[in-house]
Nanobody, 115 residues
Framework: QVQLVESGGGLVQPGGSLTLSCAASGFDFGRYWMYWVRQAPGKGLEWISSIGIRGNVTYYAESMRGRFTISRDNAKNTLYLQMNSLKAEDTAVYHC????????RGQGTQVTVSS
């Protein structure tokens, strides 16, 4: 049974930073591309970033490029998202996902960017 459990969200001021983690289990983590998606209040799921199985290939949505960094530790079955220069519009529930549409995703962690 696939399980994805995110952590690390919280309240942060504009310009601040957060690092999200996602603990994966129930599948061979190191054999899959992994993804971060988010859902802002009243909006649909938005793809943020993808990472290849070895972690050496990454992609980002345009608005996150240069501010967010995706990484993974296959030995720990864990996915990360380092978020810097956070903006109010980054406020959302962040999910790690096993597919880029977010169909198989964790319950999410809330990130609120506000002064």
């Amino acid at each position: 049974q696939v399980q994805l459990v995110e952590s690390g969200g919280g309240l942060v001021q504009p310009g601040g930073s957060l690092t999200l983690s996602c603990a994966a289990s129930g599948f061979d983590f190191g054999r899959y591309w992994m993804y971060w998606v988010r859902q802002a209040p009243g909006k649909g799921l938005e793809w943020i970033s993808s990472i290849g199985i070895r972690g050496n290939v990454t992609y980002y949505a345009e608005s996150m490029r240069g501010r967010f960094t995706i990484s993974r530790d296959n030995a720990k079955n864990t996915l990360y998202l380092q978020m810097n220069s956070l903006k109010a519009e980054d406020t959302a529930v962040y999910h790690c996902a096993k597919d880029n549409s977010g169909t198989v995703r964790g319950q999410g962690t809330q990130v609120t960017v506000s002064s």
